[in-house]
């Protein structure tokens, strides 16, 4: 029985149904939750509830989501209601999120492994087959063919692995014929068609392509061997590819994370989460769901799913209603229905329920009622069924009719919301004809374009030097290569020698690898470590410093040093999971003064080249430290330059899993410890100095021989001259903290007159795509200043994250996940119009919406009448498409069409509309004189 309502932090009153739901700890439930029902500030207050009242860390909470779009949400409701610190420890995102984290977390996979996304694996399977990437990637029906390899490829390792059958994702790619001719080859080599002889085929694909020739086989027989053979050999190339290159795409992610925690079933080495909550479960697909189900701990305390069957229109993706029914149907599953919709007015609600109880079945009494507050009065104009002569004028009927929307009432939205990309283009293109400002969502999405692509590769490669996809996407970018599989091949060819991209924009020629041989056999290396208050470089104390000197890998006799630094910050009790051994050191120390200490330091270090373990760490907090407490001491004047045992690791190692001092002292056999006491992570840090310089040694003549090569020196001069000034300048204002810095170009005038400081990241984005124009090197990238708006005004804070390195750091992830409709939602978005999928349109909402050219054969598909499950998931695409609007819906028609032959004929209306259509006034446009 659900307790009486009580404001929340955040003001928020739950009604009754909500209340429930909030409340609902402990057991197995599912939640239909329809459009409006305020499920976003529901699963926050969920996590709330469940930390206060019922006393669960928020370290064991688990929150999955359908898209990064909602993560989002969810975490800034989370930021804005619970003011915990601790309620970082909440995982919010998608499952593909999830999984890449665990992957990397748990050394599962390289640490040096990137996750590309299908467009980069249809320019590596184009390389195999000879084509223009770009001309696959625009053409629907290669495009699919391609998919079918990737998938196959996903199928074949869960066949291979024992995946039940029930969690292949995409069954479909290995089509009848190709079944058929599997059972061929097994008849004639006289085995049983099974698992393991598809396995067998797979794996050796060459050993049966003689059956290609063989007269055991008909020409139709040997035909469909010779296609299946041929895709399964396509499959296995882009498989070699991503194990070769360290990638990894989304299928590997959910299927490596399925393998490592079927295979801990008993072992449980791997946390499990004794309190899920999971939204939009009717999209999920049976491999996520079967991932879900090892995350829960056993017992566990509550697990919950969020779903409405109303809104399943993702089978193409997977997902399967059956998902949702089978919830349903558990014995312990506590049913919960959210019944109040606070969002739709009364007359809207009206439509939705109709149509939701007699197109789609669903019961009504789980059906949402009207809030308090959805009076809202309608007026007359509200609803209309707009008809136009023929298409083309029902183009130009509807960009007008939403242009008198716009203009009636500025302050609202209007989406078009269309069934196939075809239709938002030229919707868009009427607008733009216009002169109307608009904003599309559909079609190849904003932040999948090469050229915004490269944008962010420039930001890839400032946060992690070491990112093979970024640093191969700028060398096709800048012009270094003229195909990304050459690009691509380049740089691996670099990493495979231990090289940086980086290094080839110094102008001495020389790489990491040759100047960290010659310090350690030339120069007196100090090799140190600082414990600290805490990781922020521009504000936390050090307050240990270990150090010692090194010549030719031997320690100088009598050189270690150590000094314990006193602090008015309060120093973390505990690390992680263990507790924080400096805190009882320093207990044994005399504490110096932050002057004194650092005086003592630098004198020590003076002459001598830096090395640490994440030196860039350990350089930059002492940087700062210096700053504050020893201005007079430069450190950038009297050491400009430090070694980084980490990042001679990471090129000398690039197999292996994590790079933490106690995993290198382990797994490459090495002396030490890894206390998190400085004096003993110094001398954990000189055995792995020793290590890699016994690797580099001979590694330097090879970097000599290859950069020396005419080709190659000719890449590296293209690259210095197209790329360089660009990257170095970037660098030299990473650790800015200066507002002013970059002065007039870093402000922005905004509509009261007020300045408004520029995130430094945008500014280094313009500074790049500006540079880029002028170069000639994109074009103008339309929507890009969505993207700019998005990211000052949604994303980032300069005044609590000032300088480029920590955007980079705190943001960088987050924008390579962002899709075209994330930014419809933002204030700051300056378009009224809208013109979208129906698909990218889940999950957004809009003040006018236009469901354009609802007729039949088209809503629902012509191909769908004979397809029952089809056509259902028709019907539910139409229910999300009207359950967008938030005041004013309106279903554009035209009345006839040209067929195939340019003979016109006779549409009609969605059949969809016929139990709604009471609802709504027809508006027929008069016919444009020819």
Known sequence: MASENTQ????????????????????????????????????????????????VAYKDMLCLTFTNRAARGMIERIAQNITDDDVRDVFVGNVHRFCSKFLFAEGLVAAESSVIDEDDAVSILARYLGEDEYMVL???????????????????????????????????CINPTDIAAMRRICTVMGKPFDAAAMTDIYNNVEQYRDLTQSDTCDYGDRQAIFKLLQKMSLAQQYRRYKRANRLLDFQDLLMMTYDALAADREHKLYKRYPWIQVDE?????????????????????TVMFLGDEQQAIFSFMGAKLDTLSAIKSKPACQLHHLSVNHRSPRYLLDIFNTYAAEVLRIDSALLPDAGKSNDEVLMGNELKILCSEDYDQEVRDCVQFADTLNRTFPQSTTAFVVNANRDAEDISQELTRCGIGHFKVSGTDLFSQPDVKLLLAHLGVLN???????????????????????????????????????????????????????????DTIVVFDTETTGLNVFEDDILQIAAVKMRNGEVVKGSEFTVYIETECEIPAMLGDIVNPIVEERKHHDLLTHEEALRQFMAYADGCTLLGHNADYDYNILDFNLRRYTPDLNLHELHPSYLDSLRLVRLLHPELREHKLKYLLEVL?????????????????????????????????QQHDFLNDSRVRQRIETLRRNYKQMYVSALERMYSRDESADGAEALAVVADDEKLVKPALVVELNRFYDYLLSEGMVQEIDGLRFVMDYLSGEMIDPSREPSLYEQLSNHTMEISTLKEADLCGSSNMKERIFVTT????????????????????????????????????????FYVALSRAKHRLYVSQC?????????????????????????????RFAAEKK
């Open 669 to 701: 056999h090495l002396e030490g410890s890894n206390s998190h006491l400085a004096d003993d992570d110094v001398n954990a840090t000189r055995s792995v100095v020793v290590h890699c310089y016994e690797l580099s040694k001979d590694r330097v003549g």
């Open 838 to 877: 129906i698909h990218k349109a889940k999950g957004l909402e809009f003040d006018n919406v236009i469901i354009f050219d609802a007729v039949d054969g088209r809503m629902p598909n012509y191909y769908s009448r004979n397809n029952p499950r089809q056509l259902a998931e028709d019907a539910r695409k």
């Open 281 to 301: 479960v009717q999209d999920i697909n049976p491999l996520q769901m079967a991932i879900i189900k090892m995350l829960t701990a056993r017992p566990f305390r």
């Open 464 to 522: 992690n030097e070491f990112s093979f996809m970024s640093w191969a996407r700028l060398m096709k970018g800048v012009r270094v290569y003229e195909s990304n599989a050459a690009a691509r091949k380049f740089v691996r060819d670099l990493f495979d020698r231990a090289i940086l991209p980086s290094d080839l924009l110094r102008d001495d020629d020389s790489t990491y690898l040759m100047r960290f041989v010659d310090s350690y056999t030339n």
């Open 895 to 923: 009345i006839t069409r040209l067929d195939y032959q340019n003979v016109p004929h006779d549409v009609h209306l969605t059949p969809f509309m016929k139990p709604i259509a009471k609802y709504f006034k027809e508006e």
């Open 138 to 172: 625009s053409n629907y029906n290669r495009r699919r063919s391609y998919s079918e390899i990737f998938h196959l490829e996903s199928m074949m390792h869960q066949i291979s692995h024992g995946h039940p059958k029930e969690l292949r994702v995409h069954p479909d």
């Open 8 to 55: 929340t932090v955040s003001g928020f009153i739950p009604d009754p149904c909500q209340q429930e739901v909030i409340e609902a700890q402990g057991g197995f439930h599912l939640v239909l939750a329809p459009p409006g029902c305020g499920k976003t500030q529901i699963l926050t207050e969920r996590i709330r509830y469940a930390h206060d009242s019922e006393g």
